[in-house]
């Protein structure tokens, strides 16, 4: 009895390493949603790498600190807006990039579908649903 707790115990400190180790970029125009997403994602024992507001930021910061995973707003200051930054992302490594918006029309949606390493939260998110989406996609 007492080797399963001491079990479960370590495996949960052990879980709680890697999910600190995990690089969450933010890529979003809007500071104090920026704010609200760095928290929640520290809340949720992840680490951030990086806040920007821009696509060509966003590209920068992507190669210079190699994110596992990207929470990007639709509508971003920049020649790109969110998801065409994403397909450039893409085209360098296929890491999973969680699309968020207070609005998604049809067109938008199915893009995001087709695409199996994007990924739609709807803005304003609680912190559960944000930390469970960035676990699922990384398989976590």
């Given at each position: 009895?007492?080797g399963?707790?001491?079990?479960?115990s370590?495996?949960?400190?052990?879980?709680?390493?890697?999910?600190?180790?995990?690089?969450?970029?933010?890529?979003?125009d809007?500071?104090?949603?920026?704010?609200?997403?760095?928290?929640?994602?520290?809340?949720?024992?992840?680490?951030?790498?990086?806040?920007?507001?821009?696509?060509?930021?966003a590209?920068?910061?992507?190669?210079?600190?190699n994110?596992?995973?990207?929470?990007?707003?639709?509508?971003?200051?920049?020649?790109?807006?969110?998801?065409?930054?994403?397909?450039?992302?893409?085209?360098?490594?296929?890491?999973?990039?969680?699309?968020?918006?207070?609005?998604?029309?049809?067109?938008?949606?199915?893009?995001?579908?087709?695409?199996?390493?994007?990924?739609?939260?709807?803005?304003?998110?609680?912190?559960?649903?944000?930390?469970?989406?960035?676990?699922?996609?990384?398989?976590?």
């Open positions: 009895m007492y399963i707790k001491l079990v479960v370590f495996n949960k400190i052990n879980f709680a390493v890697v999910m600190k180790h995990i690089q969450v970029l933010i890529v979003e809007e500071p104090a949603m920026a704010f609200v997403l760095n928290r929640q994602i520290e809340r949720s024992g992840f680490s951030v790498c990086g806040i920007v507001s821009s696509s060509e930021d590209l920068q910061c992507f190669h210079t600190h994110p596992h995973i990207i929470l990007m707003d639709f509508h971003i200051l920049g020649l790109m807006n969110g998801l065409e930054t994403a397909r450039e992302i893409h085209r360098h490594k296929p890491i999973p990039i969680i699309m968020m918006s207070a609005t998604l029309n049809y067109e938008v949606e199915k893009m995001i579908q087709d695409n199996p390493n994007l990924y739609f939260l709807p803005k304003p998110a609680e912190t559960a649903n944000l930390a469970s989406m960035i676990k699922n996609c990384l398989s976590i």
